[in-house]
């Protein structure tokens, strides 16, 4: 197996224009973002071989068995059966709807709302993906991700003995009921991992009683720096995606210890936040989630934002469909669902949604799928906010961050992200980090706005 970085595709560049790589190799990222600019055909070889690739050593051994036949070299998955396998009714049993009898507009999503520019070249799967943190949440992550067959090998990295091995073990073992072909790994260090094109990190402490928040937060700050540290030194091409709370400070400090642009360092929470809300208010209305739209932003934490504005119920704004105080009952439960889940499991907290979440965004970054997602992201100037990492709707491609889209949002809610933004600003100035980085470059990027409805 051969990496490929944005040298490889120089090179192919100078040579005529074609980069002819292996079955098994990893083109990473920024490899693919030079050749979309160079003009370079990333042509995979049949024989499986890269002609003119160096030598490289072969990817760390496998703590499993054998490893599955590469992806690719199987039919593809059948779709798991879900609650919602059923297509959505076509008009809304909320009674509030019918009350109201109004004939129902197209319905309008955030993420169908967007202009329709060309779609990204076919997404081919991708190498590795590494999962830092083999608990609760990454191991879930690392079941869907291994699940979607996107991803050559999905590797867990986990402090713990084998507890890693042990869950790639168990992931493996479900491929046939699943029917993916990915191979899935699991190792102690990011070193042993090799070098990955997205990295996960999920590892950390939960708040036990008696630990102040500053204890976390100083004791996860250890964790996620010295991870981070290791996974830049493996993997210099690599997104990393930060899962580990307090997740607004522990993605900026990811950032501040990696060095990376801020584009390839982005922390997961608005998804599951949004989807949590989505989730209330399909089941208060009566619909299928499907036909709830949502999108959380600002903080993972007291000051979310849940801009009642863009929420739609089967396309109607959620303000003509379910009650004003229920709407703020729905909002409220959504910004401490985390602390709901909390109370009700009394030891450890979320994470079917959270590591579904996790992978959603993965996914959306191999499949460049054009969806707008709320992710925690270093704005320079959209929203009217400088001060640092804050949830907001973005784009993703393969090489992390493509865009942030300002959608319209009311006063009140435009002033409350901001309030938001600063609150977390002033968390992690507090944070003993390594050392103040300007924050970079995002905001060269044209400003999209969504049209109003
Ligand atoms: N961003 C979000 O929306 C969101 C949602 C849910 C949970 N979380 C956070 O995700 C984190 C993980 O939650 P969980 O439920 O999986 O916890 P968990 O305790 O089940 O798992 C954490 C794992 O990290 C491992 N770990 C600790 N230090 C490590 C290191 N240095 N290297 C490698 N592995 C290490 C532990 O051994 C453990 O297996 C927590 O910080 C939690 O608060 C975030």
Redesign the pocket.
Known sequence: MTVHGADSVDEAHAAGGRLVVGRSDIVTPLARERARDLGVEIVVDAGGTSPAAPPTPPPPASRLADPLPAAGSTPAIPRTATLFDSPPPATSPSPALHRRGAPLPPQVRIDRLIDDRAPGPAAEPVGRVTV????????ITAMRLAESDRIDEVVL????GD?AAGIALDITHASPLLGFSTRVRGV?TLAEAGVSEYVVI?????RTPGMSRTDLVDT?AA?VG??TADAVATSPDAVLL????P?DEMTQHAWQVSGLPTDRVI???GV??SSRFEALSALAAGVHPDRVDAVALGS?GAEMVLPVSRATVAGRPITDVLPGPMIDELVDRARNS?AEVVGLLKS????FA?GL?AARMVLAMIDQSDDVLAATVAPAGQYGITAGYVGLPVRLNRSGLAQIVEVPLSDAELAELRGAAASIAERVQALDTVGARPLDTVGARPLDTVGAR
């Open positions: 830092v943190g083999a608990g609760n949440v990454g191991m990295v986990d402090i713990a507890r102690r999920t590892a950390g402490k939960a996860n964790i010295a991870l930060i899962v580990t709370n997740l922390g997961m929470a599951l936040d993972h985390g450890g907290s979320a994470f959270p979440s």
